[in-house]
């Protein structure tokens, strides 16, 4: 409602203006807009009792009193304006308990933590750190750890404790690529100036590293200290000795201005025969080379070795060719297929005389032997090259127990 402004006419009591009602009226509309406005229609709702300087009007719930303003109830848009104090004052951001005080400019968040008062930076910081001398830095026992540098000084410093020697908190100088290994406290290069080609030595009276000669007191320097053969070693006992280089068997060494030169002189193992696990005594056109358990012989005949073993007293069992992936059941006492002209052993060493190995023409313990072609043992090792004019069904047969016994088929 616009403000309603009271007619009184043109001159007193010309009977031009509002009537007492109308202008009654009008009072009433103007005072209600207002009390509807700053109150609840029936009473104001605001309050300046004990307002003070800078306060403003804040709702409490009930009525607008003065008071500060001390909490936002939105974000705060300073639109290109400042935050500041007056007369030098400070302006502290202090979050209750342990709440964190966090800055975020672009995409990066700035946090200093309410916990425990460190302040994470997640990029990258620049800020100088150069005090006028070196009394103007902060106090080594307030600030460790604190890194600085000094006008006119060329070396770093970092505020430190140092345990060695009871230094205690101080201010280390640092070393750079530009400094005097004179600067690090065990060495003196200052005392007596080095010279040139001269080294840093260790001098115990002083407990420092000062500069000297590199061959002080010595005539000579030995080139080796200790030397590890194969089996033995030796070490430089002065410093004229000489390490000699010894040929052993068959090895000769020759050493001609700068060059040692080492030889072979020994004879070359050029055979098989010179070979000390072989034997090839008797060896023809045509044979084959095996391996008997000692050493590697001829043979004849192609050769194929199996070795048996026991299943009790029930049965042989077969391990070698052709029983390399076949069950149990099919090693023992297996129907055996040999062929004429080919030798066959049978190394029964671990059975022994517990289970004795024999090739028969019938079946049984009282079966016939059969012998043609064989040697060796069949307690241990027996060896049976099939005639060309073997029966074409022979069987092996334990001596002692009937139940170890089997067929062998022979064929062409």
């Known amino acids: 409602m616009a403000k309603q402004l009271i007619g009184i006419g043109n001159n007193a009591n010309d009977n031009t203006g509002d009537t007492l009602r109308d202008g009654g009226d009008k009072i009433n509309d103007n005072f209600n807009e207002l009390y509807s406005a700053v109150g609840n229609g029936v009473a104001t709702q605001l309050s300046v009792a004990n307002a003070g300087t800078g306060q403003v009007l804040r709702y409490d719930g009930t009525t607008f009193v003065a008071s500060d303003y001390s909490a936002l109830t939105s974000n705060l848009d300073v639109s290109g304006q400042s935050i500041i104090s007056s007369s030098n004052g400070n302006i502290p951001i202090a979050p209750q308990g342990t709440g964190n005080f966090t800055v975020t400019a672009g995409s990066i968040t700035s946090t200093f933590s309410g916990t425990d008062g460190s302040i994470d930076f997640p ?211 297996p129907v055996l297929w040999l062929h004429r002209g080919f030798t066959y052993v049978f190394d029964n060493t671990t059975n022994g005389g517990n289970h004795p190995f024999r090739i028969q023409n019938t079946q049984g313990l009282q079966g016939t032997p059969y012998t043609d072609g064989q040697s060796g043992s069949g307690s241990s090792v027996l060896y049976f090259t099939v005639p060309f004019d073997a029966p074409s069904t022979l069987y092996y047969q334990c001596t002692i127990h009937a139940l170890m016994n089997g067929t062998i088929n022979i064929v062409t």
């Open 123 to 333: 990029t990258l910081v620049k800020y100088k750190n150069e005090w006028a001398n070196l009394g103007a830095a902060p106090a080594a026992a307030t600030y460790p750890g604190y890194f600085f540098i000094v006008d006119g000084d060329d070396n770093p410093y970092v505020n430190i404790n140092i345990t060695a020697g009871g230094v205690g908190d101080t201010r280390a100088t640092l070393l750079t690529e530009y400094s005097s290994i004179g600067l690090l406290s065990d060495v003196d290069v200052t005392t007596t100036a080095p010279t040139n080609n001269q080294v840093l030595k260790w001098n115990t009276s002083s407990s420092k590293w000062l500069p000297a000669d590199d061959d002080a007191g010595l005539g000579s320097v030995n080139l080796f200290a200790t030397v590890a053969g194969d089996t033995g070693s030796t070490t430089a006992n002065s410093q004229s000795d000489t390490l000699t280089i010894a040929g052993g068997t068959g090895i000769e060494t020759t050493v001609v201005g700068d060059t040692l030169t080492i030889d072979f002189n020994a004879t070359l193992t050029t055979t098989f025969a010179d070979l000390t696990d072989t034997n090839t005594t008797n060896i023809a056109e045509g044979n084959s080379l095996f391996y008997n358990g000692t050493q590697v012989v001829p043979a004849a005949s192609p050769v194929i070795w199996w070795n048996l073993g026991a299943n009790g007293s029930a049965s042989y069992t077969f391990d070698g060719p052709g029983f390399e992936d076949s069950i149990q059941a099919n090693k023992e006492d």
